[in-house]
């Protein structure tokens, strides 16, 4: 089946140590994007690429980067994690139209 | 900049009951808009969208730009339907860019 892969499902890191969350897709899909949801909130969207375009939300915290070295994955790299970013990290693609297919999250504990 | 808000954190029907999640939008071009459905342990996925107007495993949602509302019905409700539903709207950022704003989600529980 075609899908949304995201690698760990769960990952723990020490605070201030840097961390890669990973993503990947079979669905061939031109867009991605990275959404961060604290409990009981809403996904926030992070950043997104269309193709190699990088796109970043304007309250994006510069300690989140990612990288997309081709077109079946994306990396989200969290440089220095703190208390505060402890969450679920969804992947999502998208064909260029607005239905998103999500993966299954990685919920991310900062120690 | 757009908004979603879903007023309902929490909704508890019984089975057989008519239920409605409510969504309101802010959004000052023309919108599109989607439910979204997390049940236990599963990924968030698409239910609907508005501009389909398809009824998926019973539910329908109209979208009421007097209003601004998209509220998700379902006239008979099943204990499968309990999970979490998020509400959300697409702007288009240019060209083929597009964003999705989600809603806080309602848990719905259905109870037998």
């Known amino acids: 089946d075609a899908m949304v892969i995201q690698n760990p499902r769960y990952q723990v890191t020490q605070f201030g140590k840097p961390v890669t969350l990973s993503c990947s897709q079979t669905l061939n899909h031109n867009v991605m994007y990275w959404y961060q949801q604290k409990s009981s909130q809403a996904p926030k969207l992070l950043f997104h690429y269309y193709d190699k375009d990088f796109n970043n939300e304007a309250d994006t915290p510069d300690n989140f980067q990612s990288r997309r070295p081709n077109t079946s994955f994306c990396f989200l790299d969290i440089r220095s994690p703190g208390l505060g970013d402890a969450a679920m990290y969804l992947c999502a693609t998208s064909r260029g139209d607005p239905e998103q297919f999500f993966g299954p999250g990685t919920r991310l504990t900062v120690l | 900049a757009q908004r979603v808000t879903q007023p309902e954190k929490l909704l508890s029907v019984f089975k057989g009951a008519p239920v409605e999640l409510k969504c309101n939008y802010s959004?000052?071009?023309?919108?599109?808009l989607f439910w979204y459905v997390q049940y236990s342990r599963q990924r968030l996925q698409l239910l609907l969208r508005h501009i389909s107007r398809e009824s998926i495993k019973g539910f329908t949602a109209d979208l009421n730009k007097g209003e601004t509302s998209f509220h998700l019905k379902k006239p008979f409700a099943q204990e499968e339907d309990s999970a979490m539903y998020y509400c959300a709207l697409s702007a288009n950022s240019g060209g083929s860019n597009y964003k999705l704003t989600f809603g806080k989600g309602t848990l719905l529980t259905v109870n037998p």
């Open positions: 959004y000052s071009g023309s919108p599109e």
